[in-house]
Structure formats: structure tokens, C-alpha cells
């Protein structure tokens, strides 16, 4: 299989030959990261934001959540410290053919896949970035996060990554009452999630997507 993608709505995304899976919704990419991380995660709290937002994204991938989140706390104008972690990073080489810039007029993609690993970035005065070469297992944070993207791979590819004692280390790093967003509805994933410390929340998921979950921190 080819590892570049063409999802529904033109946006790209990639295949991972080591996981078997792709990195976002055949549906569309960029629906999917504006719907579920942005829409539903992201925006609310922002908008309601006194002061600076804490983000935290599981899975940097390819960039697209980070890149989104970066704009809307620029067109908003409220400050946004995002922290992102990724064990098997795209290359830069491919992360330049990705065509994100392209589908929303915006620039300077790039600068997220060139930002050093490990530095706090201040890629613009809304946005401070941190991108973490490590696994989610050994992360630690020294901040409190008030929105968590939860953008692992699928729970058949990497149930590893969907416990409860998974969401129970990141609910030790969340505001009260934050807000964890994810993709995947399963059960298993509803019971870890209620079980690391969250209340989970059902709502309607992008395109022919029936569920994605908004989860609180209790
Ligand atoms: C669904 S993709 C993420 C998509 C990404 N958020 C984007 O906008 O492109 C899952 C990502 O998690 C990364 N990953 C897999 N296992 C990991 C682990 N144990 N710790 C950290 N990252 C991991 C993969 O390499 C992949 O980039």
C-alpha cells in the first residue's frame, strides 16, 4: 500500500506499514481534525479562555491537529502552550508533501515539523510548541493540561494505548473538569476512560461517522 492517502474531502493522510492503520478517517482528514479536535475540544474553551490554554496531544503524526490548534489561537488571538508527543515521527521529507497548507490558506506548516524535539518553540506569540520524541507510556509533563487530544492509533492496532490506567496518568495531568476528545467510540474505550477518572460525553462524530467522544475530567 501506498503510504501517502487521498481521504474523502482531498486532504492527505498516511499509512503506517508498522501498525497497519492510517492516520486519520478515510472520510477526510482534515474534516475529521476540524470536527472532533478542534470543533468539538479546542474552540469552546478557548473562546471562553481568560488566559493561556493548555494543550496536550497524543500523537503528532502528522501535524494536522497542531496545525489547526495553531491558527485558531492566532485568529482568536488567546495564547495556547501546545505539548505533543510522537515515538515513530514522519519524516520531514514527507510531512513537506502534505497538502494541509493548500486545503486552508494557511502557511508555515513546516514549522512544526521542523521545531526541535524537546524545546518549548514560540512558533508565533499565540502559540508555544513542545513536541516530545518519547512514547506516551514514558511521558511525563510538568504541566496541567486543559484539553487533551487523544489521537492514538486504533484500539485493535495498539490496545496498549486505550486503558484505563493509560487515561488515569493523563487524568492525573488534567485541569478539573478539562476535556479529553477522541475519535474512537468503542466500549472498552467509554469503561477506560470512565475508569482512569472521566465522565464521557457521546456526541456526533464527522461525516458518516455515527459517535466520537468528549470525555470530562472528574
Ligand atoms: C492516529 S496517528 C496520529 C495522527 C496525528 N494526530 C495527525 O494529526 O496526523 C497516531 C500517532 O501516534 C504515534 N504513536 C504510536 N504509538 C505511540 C506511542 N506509544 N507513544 C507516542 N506516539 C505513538 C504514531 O506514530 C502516530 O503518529
Do not use: C
Request: glycine share 8%.
Amino acid at each position: 500500500m501506498e503510504r501517502f492517502i487521498i481521504t474523502e474531502d482531498g486532504s492527505h493522510s498516511l499509512f503506517s506499514a508498522k501498525f497497519n492503520q492510517q492516520y486519520h478517517s478515510l472520510q477526510g482528514a482534515l474534516d475529521e481534525s476540524k470536527h472532533i479536535y478542534i470543533n468539538l475540544g479546542l474552540k469552546p474553551v478557548l473562546e471562553n479562555a481568560s488566559g493561556p490554554v493548555y494543550v496536550f496531544e497524543m500523537g503528532f503524526g502528522t501535524g494536522l491537529n497542531a496545525f489547526l490548534a495553531w491558527k485558531l489561537a492566532d485568529s482568536l488571538q488567546k495564547q495556547v502552550f501546545y505539548t505533543t508527543v510522537e515515538a515513530y515521527p514522519v519524516s520531514e521529507d514527507e510531512a513537506a508533501l502534505l497538502n494541509y497548507e493548500a486545503l486552508t490558506g494557511e502557511t508555515d506548516f513546516m514549522e512544526l515539523h521542523k521545531s526541535p524535539w524537546g524545546v518549548q518553540n514560540n512558533i508565533s506569540p499565540n502559540f508555544v510548541f513542545q513536541k516530545e520524541l518519547t512514547t506516551i507510556e514514558e511521558f511525563n509533563s510538568g504541566h496541567i493540561f486543559d484539553v487533551v487530544f487523544y489521537d492514538a492509533f486504533d484500539p485493535r492496532a495498539q490496545p496498549e494505548l486505550w486503558t484505563a490506567e493509560i487515561f488515569a496518568k493523563i487524568a492525573a495531568q488534567t485541569k478539573q473538569a478539562g476535556v479529553l476528545v477522541t475519535y474512537s467510540s468503542k466500549g472498552i474505550v467509554k469503561r477506560a476512560l470512565r475508569a482512569g477518572g472521566f465522565k464521557v460525553e457521546r456526541h456526533k462524530g464527522p461525516g458518516r461517522k455515527t459517535h466520537v467522544l468528549k470525555a470530562i475530567k472528574l
